[in-house]
């Protein structure tokens, strides 16, 4: 039996709405965030849909579109905030 991650979550954000997404750690926050920008290093298997302006896009277009940077254990202490958000942008 498959594990459940993450289930019958939805929700939507409007251009100029800062949104915080809190929870216990194991909540399941960084799968949401790798399913939202449709990053799946370990190939789980998603069901549902992403809309941005009410389109589906690929993930090649939300990867183009999108970025976030993951837990403290993949910061720098060498790179300013700007630059870890460039590099996260460029690199991954
Ligand atoms: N590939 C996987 N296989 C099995 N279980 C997984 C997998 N990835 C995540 N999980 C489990 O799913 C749950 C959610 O994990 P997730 O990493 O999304 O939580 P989180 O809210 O980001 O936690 P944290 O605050 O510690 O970063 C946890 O119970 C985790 O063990
Ligand atoms: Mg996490």
Redesign the pocket.
């Known amino acids: 039996m498959p ?1 459940e ?1 993450i289930k019958n979550v939805s929700g939507e954000v409007k251009s100029g709405q800062m949104l915080a997404i809190m ?10 965030l790798n399913v939202l920008t449709a990053r799946n290093p ?1 190939k ?1 298997r998603v069901k549902g849909v992403v809309l941005l302006n009410g389109q589906a896009v690929s993930a090649e277009t939300m990867a183009s579109l999108s970025s976030y940077i993951e ?1 403290h254990d993949l910061f720098h202490p060498f790179l300013t905030v700007r630059e870890h958000l460039v590099f996260q942008v460029l690199v991954v």
């Open positions: 594990k991650i929870g216990a750690s194991g909540a399941g926050k960084t799968t949401l370990l789980l837990q």
